[in-house]
Protein backbone atom coordinates (compact mmCIF):
# COMPACT_ATOMS: atom_id res chain seq x y z
CA UNK A 1 0.00 0.00 0.00
CA UNK A 2 3.10 2.92 1.13
CA UNK A 3 4.79 1.37 -1.95
CA UNK A 4 1.85 2.31 -4.28
CA UNK A 5 1.15 5.33 -2.83
CA UNK A 6 4.51 6.58 -2.90
CA UNK A 7 4.87 5.76 -6.84
CA UNK A 8 1.79 7.65 -7.30
CA UNK A 9 2.77 10.89 -5.92
CA UNK A 10 3.68 13.78 -7.43
CA UNK A 11 7.22 14.70 -8.32
CA UNK A 12 7.52 17.19 -6.13
CA UNK A 13 5.65 15.32 -3.38
CA UNK A 14 8.21 12.36 -3.34
CA UNK A 15 10.74 15.16 -2.97
CA UNK A 16 9.12 17.09 0.12
CA UNK A 17 8.82 13.59 1.37
CA UNK A 18 11.94 12.32 1.97
CA UNK A 19 13.89 15.82 1.98
CA UNK A 20 14.02 15.42 6.73
CA UNK A 21 15.96 12.39 6.23
CA UNK A 22 18.32 12.63 3.61
CA UNK A 23 22.32 13.14 4.20
CA UNK A 24 23.56 17.35 3.86
CA UNK A 25 24.89 16.12 0.25
CA UNK A 26 21.46 14.95 -0.86
CA UNK A 27 19.12 17.34 0.97
CA UNK A 28 21.26 20.58 -0.80
CA UNK A 29 19.89 18.72 -3.68
CA UNK A 30 16.60 17.97 -2.40
CA UNK A 31 16.30 21.67 -1.36
CA UNK A 32 17.90 22.69 -4.50
CA UNK A 33 14.82 20.76 -6.54
CA UNK A 34 12.07 21.99 -4.73
CA UNK A 35 12.65 25.49 -5.33
CA UNK A 36 13.61 24.68 -9.21
CA UNK A 37 12.18 21.85 -10.03
CA UNK A 38 12.45 22.94 -13.67
CA UNK A 39 15.52 22.06 -13.58
CA UNK A 40 16.02 18.37 -13.23
CA UNK A 41 13.44 18.61 -16.20
CA UNK A 42 15.71 20.24 -18.37
CA UNK A 43 18.83 19.16 -18.08
CA UNK A 44 21.26 16.04 -17.68
CA UNK A 45 22.16 14.62 -14.30
CA UNK A 46 25.93 16.01 -14.98
CA UNK A 47 24.46 19.41 -15.54
CA UNK A 48 21.93 18.67 -12.80
CA UNK A 49 25.08 18.35 -10.24
CA UNK A 50 27.26 21.02 -11.42
CA UNK A 51 23.86 23.38 -11.09
CA UNK A 52 23.02 22.20 -7.38
CA UNK A 53 26.71 21.75 -6.47
CA UNK A 54 27.41 18.06 -5.75
CA UNK A 55 28.26 15.12 -7.40
CA UNK A 56 27.24 12.74 -9.94
CA UNK A 57 26.88 9.78 -7.52
CA UNK A 58 24.99 11.99 -5.22
CA UNK A 59 22.16 12.36 -8.24
CA UNK A 60 22.00 8.71 -8.95
CA UNK A 61 21.48 8.27 -5.02
CA UNK A 62 18.86 10.88 -4.53
CA UNK A 63 16.54 9.66 -7.77
CA UNK A 64 16.84 6.31 -6.40
CA UNK A 65 15.54 7.50 -3.42
CA UNK A 66 12.79 8.65 -4.82
CA UNK A 67 11.64 5.44 -6.36
CA UNK A 68 12.71 6.17 -9.82
CA UNK A 69 14.87 3.22 -11.56
CA UNK A 70 17.10 5.85 -13.47
CA UNK A 71 17.40 9.77 -13.81
CA UNK A 72 15.60 9.73 -17.43
CA UNK A 73 12.64 8.03 -15.69
CA UNK A 74 12.44 10.84 -13.07
CA UNK A 75 13.02 13.65 -15.51
CA UNK A 76 9.85 12.01 -17.33
CA UNK A 77 8.10 12.48 -14.56
CA UNK A 78 9.36 15.74 -13.39
CA UNK A 79 8.33 17.16 -17.40
CA UNK A 80 5.05 15.95 -16.80
CA UNK A 81 4.48 17.56 -13.56
CA UNK A 82 5.24 20.85 -15.41
CA UNK A 83 2.54 21.07 -17.36
CA UNK A 84 0.33 21.83 -14.38
CA UNK A 85 0.97 24.98 -14.51
CA UNK A 86 3.25 25.56 -11.46
CA UNK A 87 5.28 28.38 -11.94
CA UNK A 88 7.91 26.74 -9.84
CA UNK A 89 8.41 24.49 -13.02
CA UNK A 90 9.10 27.85 -14.72
CA UNK A 91 11.51 29.56 -12.50
CA UNK A 92 15.14 29.05 -13.30
CA UNK A 93 18.26 29.23 -10.60
CA UNK A 94 20.09 31.23 -13.21
CA UNK A 95 17.05 34.08 -12.67
CA UNK A 96 16.03 33.69 -9.30
CA UNK A 97 18.56 36.33 -8.35
CA UNK A 98 18.30 38.74 -11.07
CA UNK A 99 15.53 41.57 -10.98
CA UNK A 100 13.38 42.26 -13.85
CA UNK A 101 13.45 45.85 -14.87
CA UNK A 102 9.92 47.02 -14.83
CA UNK A 103 10.17 47.92 -18.40
CA UNK A 104 10.60 44.03 -19.31
CA UNK A 105 7.09 43.66 -17.06
CA UNK A 106 5.42 46.36 -19.42
CA UNK A 107 7.61 44.63 -22.35
CA UNK A 108 5.72 41.37 -21.75
CA UNK A 109 2.19 42.43 -20.57
CA UNK A 110 2.14 44.48 -24.21
CA UNK A 111 3.35 41.31 -25.88
CA UNK A 112 0.50 38.99 -23.91
CA UNK A 113 -2.31 41.67 -25.08
CA UNK A 114 -1.04 41.68 -28.27
CA UNK A 115 -0.97 38.01 -28.99
CA UNK A 116 -4.30 37.42 -27.23
CA UNK A 117 -6.15 39.93 -29.27
CA UNK A 118 -4.65 38.89 -32.52
CA UNK A 119 -6.23 35.40 -31.88
CA UNK A 120 -9.69 36.87 -30.79
CA UNK A 121 -11.71 38.33 -33.39
CA UNK A 122 -14.58 40.53 -33.43
CA UNK A 123 -16.82 38.30 -34.31
CA UNK A 124 -16.47 35.73 -31.35
CA UNK A 125 -16.62 38.71 -28.87
CA UNK A 126 -19.84 40.02 -30.14
CA UNK A 127 -21.23 36.37 -30.87
CA UNK A 128 -20.06 36.58 -27.25
CA UNK A 129 -22.00 39.90 -26.17
CA UNK A 130 -25.33 39.17 -28.27
CA UNK A 131 -25.26 35.99 -25.98
CA UNK A 132 -24.81 37.22 -22.68
CA UNK A 133 -27.52 40.25 -23.66
CA UNK A 134 -30.42 37.44 -24.45
CA UNK A 135 -29.99 34.79 -21.74
CA UNK A 136 -32.43 34.28 -19.08
CA UNK A 137 -29.52 34.44 -16.68
CA UNK A 138 -25.41 34.78 -16.61
CA UNK A 139 -23.83 32.69 -14.30
CA UNK A 140 -19.83 33.66 -13.48
CA UNK A 141 -17.08 31.17 -12.12
CA UNK A 142 -13.54 30.97 -11.06
CA UNK A 143 -11.58 29.22 -8.74
CA UNK A 144 -8.24 30.07 -7.10
CA UNK A 145 -6.44 32.71 -8.98
CA UNK A 146 -9.80 33.01 -11.41
CA UNK A 147 -11.93 33.74 -9.05
CA UNK A 148 -10.57 37.37 -8.56
CA UNK A 149 -11.18 37.69 -12.13
CA UNK A 150 -15.09 36.06 -11.73
CA UNK A 151 -16.22 38.44 -9.26
CA UNK A 152 -14.40 41.56 -11.70
CA UNK A 153 -16.40 40.65 -14.47
CA UNK A 154 -19.65 40.00 -12.42
CA UNK A 155 -19.12 43.16 -10.69
CA UNK A 156 -18.73 45.04 -13.90
CA UNK A 157 -22.16 43.69 -16.08
CA UNK A 158 -24.17 43.51 -13.16
CA UNK A 159 -24.20 47.67 -14.24
CA UNK A 160 -26.09 46.57 -17.62
CA UNK A 161 -26.90 42.62 -16.81
CA UNK A 162 -29.84 42.70 -13.96
CA UNK A 163 -29.64 38.82 -13.46
CA UNK A 164 -25.91 38.06 -13.37
CA UNK A 165 -24.29 36.33 -10.75
CA UNK A 166 -20.75 34.98 -9.61
CA UNK A 167 -20.67 31.33 -8.08
CA UNK A 168 -20.47 29.68 -5.51
CA UNK A 169 -21.02 32.06 -3.14
CA UNK A 170 -19.52 31.42 0.80
CA UNK A 171 -20.17 28.37 2.10
CA UNK A 172 -22.38 26.99 -1.48
CA UNK A 173 -21.30 24.23 -3.31
CA UNK A 174 -21.17 24.78 -7.20
CA UNK A 175 -24.20 22.17 -7.41
CA UNK A 176 -26.71 23.77 -5.47
CA UNK A 177 -26.38 26.58 -8.56
CA UNK A 178 -25.73 23.97 -11.49
CA UNK A 179 -28.90 22.16 -10.94
CA UNK A 180 -30.97 25.72 -12.17
CA UNK A 181 -28.61 26.00 -15.63
CA UNK A 182 -30.28 25.81 -18.34
CA UNK A 183 -30.00 26.05 -22.33
CA UNK A 184 -31.26 30.04 -22.35
CA UNK A 185 -28.43 30.09 -19.83
CA UNK A 186 -24.74 31.85 -20.35
CA UNK A 187 -22.11 30.09 -17.81
CA UNK A 188 -18.65 32.51 -18.09
CA UNK A 189 -15.95 30.01 -17.02
CA UNK A 190 -12.15 31.16 -15.68
CA UNK A 191 -10.09 28.07 -16.10
CA UNK A 192 -6.57 29.90 -15.54
CA UNK A 193 -3.81 27.61 -14.55
CA UNK A 194 -3.59 26.19 -11.81
CA UNK A 195 -6.68 24.60 -12.29
CA UNK A 196 -8.88 22.58 -9.18
CA UNK A 197 -8.98 18.98 -9.58
CA UNK A 198 -12.41 19.42 -10.59
CA UNK A 199 -12.50 22.06 -13.41
CA UNK A 200 -12.72 18.75 -15.59
CA UNK A 201 -16.20 17.72 -13.95
CA UNK A 202 -17.71 21.41 -13.51
CA UNK A 203 -17.07 21.77 -17.64
CA UNK A 204 -18.68 18.38 -18.62
CA UNK A 205 -21.77 19.51 -16.40
CA UNK A 206 -22.53 22.62 -17.61
CA UNK A 207 -21.74 21.43 -21.02
CA UNK A 208 -24.19 19.03 -20.50
CA UNK A 209 -27.03 21.51 -19.32
CA UNK A 210 -27.28 22.84 -22.82
CA UNK A 211 -26.46 26.48 -21.58
CA UNK A 212 -23.68 27.76 -23.77
CA UNK A 213 -19.81 28.00 -22.18
CA UNK A 214 -17.61 30.68 -22.68
CA UNK A 215 -14.31 29.55 -21.29
CA UNK A 216 -11.60 32.04 -20.54
CA UNK A 217 -8.25 30.01 -19.92
CA UNK A 218 -4.30 30.77 -20.06
CA UNK A 219 -2.44 29.85 -23.64
CA UNK A 220 -1.76 26.19 -21.97
CA UNK A 221 -4.88 24.76 -21.77
CA UNK A 222 -6.03 22.82 -24.44
CA UNK A 223 -8.61 24.17 -27.12
CA UNK A 224 -12.04 22.60 -25.45
CA UNK A 225 -14.64 21.80 -28.20
CA UNK A 226 -17.67 21.66 -25.80
CA UNK A 227 -17.55 25.07 -24.81
CA UNK A 228 -18.88 27.75 -27.10
CA UNK A 229 -16.10 29.61 -26.79
CA UNK A 230 -12.38 29.38 -25.32
CA UNK A 231 -11.13 32.35 -25.66
CA UNK A 232 -6.98 31.93 -24.44
CA UNK A 233 -5.30 34.84 -23.02
CA UNK A 234 -1.27 34.86 -23.04
CA UNK A 235 0.27 35.35 -19.28
CA UNK A 236 3.87 34.98 -19.91
CA UNK A 237 5.96 36.87 -17.66
CA UNK A 238 9.78 38.05 -16.64
CA UNK A 239 9.40 37.15 -13.21
CA UNK A 240 8.01 33.74 -11.29
CA UNK A 241 4.13 34.80 -11.44
CA UNK A 242 2.10 34.72 -14.30
CA UNK A 243 0.79 37.73 -15.84
CA UNK A 244 -2.49 38.56 -16.11
CA UNK A 245 -2.99 41.68 -17.98
CA UNK A 246 -4.76 40.28 -21.18
CA UNK A 247 -7.29 38.31 -18.89
CA UNK A 248 -7.74 41.88 -17.36
CA UNK A 249 -8.43 43.55 -20.84
CA UNK A 250 -10.45 40.91 -21.94
CA UNK A 251 -12.81 41.23 -19.21
CA UNK A 252 -12.82 45.22 -19.70
CA UNK A 253 -13.35 44.51 -23.91
CA UNK A 254 -16.25 42.07 -22.75
CA UNK A 255 -18.59 44.54 -20.33
CA UNK A 256 -18.22 47.92 -22.16
CA UNK A 257 -19.11 45.86 -25.61
CA UNK A 258 -22.33 44.69 -23.46
CA UNK A 259 -22.94 48.09 -22.04
CA UNK A 260 -22.63 49.58 -25.73
CA UNK A 261 -24.89 46.49 -27.23
CA UNK A 262 -27.60 46.94 -24.75
CA UNK A 263 -27.91 50.73 -25.42
CA UNK A 264 -30.66 52.61 -24.18
CA UNK A 265 -31.50 49.95 -21.85
CA UNK A 266 -28.15 49.95 -20.72
CA UNK A 267 -28.54 53.96 -20.39
CA UNK A 268 -31.90 53.65 -18.22
CA UNK A 269 -30.05 51.26 -15.92
CA UNK A 270 -27.01 53.09 -15.12
CA UNK A 271 -28.60 56.42 -14.66
CA UNK A 272 -31.19 54.24 -12.00
CA UNK A 273 -27.57 52.92 -10.46
CA UNK A 274 -26.55 56.44 -10.31
CA UNK A 275 -29.47 57.96 -8.97
CA UNK A 276 -29.65 55.42 -5.72
CA UNK A 277 -26.07 55.76 -4.93
CA UNK A 278 -26.43 59.50 -4.62
CA UNK A 279 -29.83 58.99 -2.60
CA UNK A 280 -28.43 56.69 -0.52
CA UNK A 281 -25.27 58.06 0.05
CA UNK A 282 -23.33 55.15 -0.45
CA UNK A 283 -20.80 57.32 -2.42
Known amino acids: MKENAHKDASFLARVRRILPDLHPAERRLGEFVCDFPGELASYSGYELANLAQV ?83 VWVAGFRSSHPFAGYLQWQ ?41 GTEAMLSAIEQSGAKLLYITDEGAKVRPGATWHLRCQTLAPGSLFNHVAVMALCHLIATRTIERAGAVARRRLRGIEALNDSLGEL
Open 55 to 137: SNATVSRFVRRLGYRNYEEARRHARAEGQSGSRLFLTRSTDAAAVQSSKAHVAQGIANLEATFLAIGDRQIEAVVAAILKARK
Open 157 to 197: MTQVIENIVAIPGGGQTLGEHLVSLTSKDVVIFFGLRRRVA
